[in-house]
């Protein structure tokens, strides 16, 4: 089992960095592989609603996005985490994620995801829920833990005086082996996720 880890922040060992190394620890114990991707701090293109990617499978910039729904398809679950930029997550991470998923749901379909937050002192609410919203419109699981999913520090060493933000990682870890493993032993006794149906519309008719 694998976990695929989209890293949104500017900074990889910054306050985000260390609450992610306390859920790979995590992970580690519980026998499921992780693979962090860090996007990097320099600009990435948002999308531009082309249309490329429902004829070639695949985003019409070939950039980290590709990188990140390949990697996707062999992927068991996904940790979404950035610090808070202004109450809001960082536009990268979001850019990444508006692409990833218009490009290729169908690789992190009915798989479990959660988002994972840092501040100085708020706005992380505001980002969950922004991050949130890719989980409930593509048929993936949210992964909780016992608490909201974030930790508070101005620089990464304060992090670890968050005691409660930090063992809140280390169950939200947890919860997501343990559910990936439900999910894995549902499979192997001949239960799949349901096939869903889709209409389009594009406004409400009486």
Known sequence: MKVLIIHGGDKKDGCTGVALDEM???????????????????????????????EHGKCAYNDIVNE?????????????ACPVYYAHPTGRLLSVLDRAFYSASKN??????????????NGQVASMDVLNKYFSINNMPIVSANYWNHVFGAE???VYED????????????NMAWLMKCIEL???????????????????RR
């Open 163 to 174: 005691e409660e933000g930090v063992a809140t990682m280390r169950n939200l870890a947890r």
């Open 68 to 80: 990140i729904t390949e990697k996707a398809k062999e992927s068991d679950g996904f940790v979404f």
């Open 108 to 121: 992190f379909s009915f798989k479990p995801g959660c988002a994972v937050l840092s501040a100085r002192r």
């Open 186 to 204: 549902g499979k192997q006794n001949g239960m799949d996720h349901p096939e869903n149906e889709r209409a389009y519309t594009n406004f409400t």
């Open 156 to 158: 990464a060493k304060e």
């Open 24 to 54: 790979i620890k995590v992970f580690s114990d519980e026998g499921v592989e992780t693979e962090l991707i860090f996007i990097g701090n320099k600009p990435i293109p948002d999308c531009m609603n082309c249309h490329y990617c429902r």
